[in-house]
């Protein structure tokens, strides 16, 4: 403001000792102009948050409200794939181009009963034990002290902000982080784009930080202004290139996704997922999950802490083109969210039993209301995470029950 004035300031004393009306009207519109524009900036600069609404900005980096509102109306109707790569094979629909022969299991085995809304199976309460179970050190510690390389590790691009409609929390990444320990990933980088310091997440992962388990990146200079290439991509490729080579899959996803296997749901079930397609003869250079949205209303989060624990209602079938990929970063060519470029090999879509992503999206296609006769047709009950949730809570004690339950945004 300051400097715009001082720039002004001649223009200011020519006006007042000029002779011409006009010249005088034209350098006050000038100095004006001027100060508003300073006015707007400095507004900006401290409300960045507000120009980011929760259910356009983004966690994780969701996609915008316009591209939410296109994919709603091919919720279930949506059978196109996009095609990124060099090759591009739907399992199940397309014969593979040198990829295992894979056949879709497209049963149903969720719960026959009609439900009316999201209600929760018989879940065991969690039980606080200041003893880890044996049993639970399995996998609750997964990658504390561990070096590269890695067989398979996850990338995050996260935002976490109180004005979220989702209401995903710290908590909620903490609990996602202990999912990925249970289903075998080694390793997380976690670029956090916060806009404001306060929403920095550095303080509370600094205990997976210190376990070696998480790889910290302050993202906050691509932060804002939010753009899928300059923020999302731009932090998956950042990984590709620094960390490509420490491991032999990457995935990408969000705090709300999920990988899940209907036909695996012991521990470690994601390493003996993709090792079949680590044969010497295999050219899978990418595998994609199937999104299956987990609507309706959640179950009250103080009964209900856990994400998974909330929603039970998903989608029919996969509810649009929007696969999210795990992949071999050193053959690829370039990253984006749903399907990398691929310099070397093919890409899959695999069979919803073999792997998909439970998409814990809540309430958004009922503008967060209560749950509607169209959310209810749309969706089934599936209690098929029921056995992970049981384990989860079983194993609470591995980081404490404040850790995994509290609600916190930093």
């Known amino acids: 403001m300051g400097s715009c004035m001082m720039e002004a300031a001649p223009l200011f004393v020519r006006m007042v000792t000029g002779k011409s009306l006009i010249r005088k009207t034209f350098i006050v519109i000038l100095l004006a102009v001027c100060v508003m524009t300073k006015l707007v900036l400095w507004w900006i600069s401290n409300n960045a948050e507000l ?87 399995k996998w609750c510690r997964r990658g504390d002290g561990a070096k590269p390389p890695y067989y398979v590790v996850a990338v995050l691009l996260v935002r976490i902000y109180y004005a979220d409609k989702a209401k995903l929390t710290t908590r909620e990444m903490i609990q996602w982080l202990q999912y990925l320990r249970y289903i075998g990933v080694e390793h997380v980088y976690v670029y956090d784009a916060y806009v404001n310091k306060k929403e920095s997440q550095r303080s509370v992962l600094k205990m997976f930080i210190d376990d070696d388990y998480v790889t910290y990146i302050d993202w906050s200079h691509k932060a804002y202004p939010y753009s899928i290439r300059g923020t999302q991509v731009a932090a998956y490729q950042d990984c590709i290139n620094k960390w490509g080579r420490d491991s032999v899959w990457q995935a990408a996803i969000d705090i709300d996704e999920y990988p899940f296997s209907v036909n695996d749901t012991r521990e470690n079930f994601l390493p003996r997922i993709l090792k079949q397609f680590d044969t010497p003869d295999s050219e899978v250079a990418e595998v994609t999950m199937q999104n299956y949205l987990f609507l309706g209303k959640p179950l009250n989060d103080t009964k209900h802490p856990l994400l998974i624990d909330r929603l039970w209602r998903r989608t029919k079938r996969h509810a649009n083109a929007l696969v999210k990929p795990i992949y071999k970063p050193t053959r690829l060519r370039g990253a984006q969210v749903h399907h990398n470029y691929i310099r070397n090999g093919v890409s899959i879509n695999l069979p919803d039993k073999l792997l998909r992503m439970n998409h814990y999206w809540g309430a958004r296609l009922q503008n967060w209301g209560d749950d509607t006769k169209e959310i209810l047709d749309k969706t089934t009950q599936d209690s098929s995470m029921e056995v992970i949730v049981n384990e989860i809570q079983r194993c609470e004690a591995c980081l404490g029950q404040d850790s995994l339950y509290s609600k916190r945004w930093h």
Do not use: W
Not at 90 to 115: H, I
């Open 51 to 137: 120009l980011l609404p929760a259910n356009t900005a983004f966690v994780g980096g969701r996609t915008r409200e316009r591209r939410i509102k296109q994919d709603d109306k091919h919720l279930i109707n949506a059978e196109g794939i996009r095609h990124d790569g060099r090759h591009l094979v739907d399992v199940g629909r397309t014969m593979t181009r040198n990829g295992p022969a894979l056949v879709a299991d497209n049963t149903d085995n969720s719960s026959k009963t009609n439900y009316s809304s999201n209600s929760p199976p018989a879940v065991i309460n969690a039980t606080t034990s200041e003893t880890i179970d044996e049993s639970c050190l």
